[in-house]
C-alpha cells in the first residue's frame, strides 16, 4: 500500500508561480512508486496527465504545460515536487499526485492516487 499526501495548491494571479509537493508516507521503496506524477482535473472536464517521472529520471509533460511546469522528485526526502510557472488561468484545477508501477499503467490512472490540493488562477 502507499500513500500520497498532496500539498501546495492555492490561488494566484496569471502569470504567478506554485509549487505542488506529494508526500510519500508509506511503503517508501514500493515498486508502486516507479512511475509517479500528477493529474489534473475539474468536474466535467476530461482528467489530464500533467507531468510524470520515471524512477531513471526521465520526464514527461503535457503539451499545455511544457516549459511552464516541472516535475522533479527528491528521493532523500520522499517527496515529488511540481513547480508550476507562468500559470493562465485554464491552469485552474484539482491537481493530483499519483504513482504506478509502469508509466503505461499511470497514464490510464490505475495505481495509487492522493486526495488533491485545488489550484486557481484568476
Known amino acids: 500500500h502507499v500513500q500520497l499526501v498532496e500539498s501546495g495548491g492555492g490561488s494566484v494571479q496569471p502569470g504567478g508561480s506554485l509549487t505542488l509537493s506529494c508526500a510519500i508516507s508509506?511503503?517508501?521503496?514500493?515498486?508502486?512508486?516507479?512511475?509517479m506524477g500528477w493529474f489534473r482535473q475539474a468536474p466535467g472536464k476530461l482528467r489530464e496527465g500533467v507531468a510524470y517521472?520515471?524512477?531513471?529520471?526521465?520526464?514527461s509533460y503535457a503539451d499545455s504545460v511544457k516549459g511552464r511546469f516541472t516535475i522533479s522528485k527528491n528521493y532523500a526526502k520522499d517527496t515529488l515536487t511540481l513547480q508550476m510557472d507562468s500559470l493562465k488561468p485554464e491552469d485552474s484545477d484539482t491537481y493530483y499526485c499519483?504513482?504506478?508501477?509502469?508509466?503505461?499503467?499511470?497514464?490510464?490512472?490505475?495505481?495509487?492516487w492522493g486526495q488533491g490540493t485545488q489550484v486557481t488562477v484568476s
Open positions: 517521472i520515471e524512477s531513471g529520471g526521465n520526464t
Open positions: 499519483a504513482s504506478a508501477m509502469k508509466c503505461d499503467d499511470w497514464l490510464r490512472g490505475l495505481g495509487y
Open positions: 508509506e511503503n517508501r521503496n514500493s515498486a508502486s512508486l516507479n512511475c
